[in-house]
Nanobody
Framework: VQLQASGGGLVQAGESLRLSCVFSGNIFRNHAMGWYRQAPGKQREFVASITIGGNTNYRDSVKGRFTISRVSAKNTAYLQMNSLKPEDTAVYYC??????????????WGQGTQVTVSS
């Protein structure tokens, strides 16, 4: 599996960004997709996931602001981020595995895209 993440950038607090993750090298519909992030000096943390069946899960701090989705026809997963806050600043990584519970130990990972939110 290869994953190509894009869409990061520099925005002001309150603005929006949409991250994309293009999946290749295997059958997209057989994989759950997820987003993680890592801020400087901090450990990587879970942000959002979407299962094969479309069930979603979010970390508490992004609920109501971020939306994860997937489009099988494009082999792409998205993370729509609204009302961004400075504490959302991080490198965002997409990941893929058969189940969200397998992301950290067995997932495939993209290269990361930088999101910077200024106050």
């Amino acid at each position: 599996v290869q994953l190509q993440a894009s869409g990061g950038g520099l925005v002001q607090a309150g603005e929006s960004l949409r991250l994309s993750c293009v999946f290749s090298g295997n059958i997209f519909r057989n994989h759950a997709m997820g987003w993680y992030r890592q801020a400087p000096g901090k450990q990587r943390e879970f942000v959002a996931s979407i299962t094969i069946g479309g069930n979603t899960n979010y970390r508490d701090s992004v609920k109501g602001r971020f939306t994860i989705s997937r489009v099988s026809a494009k082999n792409t997963a998205y993370l729509q981020m609204n009302s961004l806050k400075p504490e959302d600043t991080a490198v965002y990584y997409c990941t893929a595995a058969r189940l969200p519970s397998l992301f950290e130990q067995h997932g495939s990972w993209g290269q990361g895209t930088q999101v910077t939110v200024s106050s």
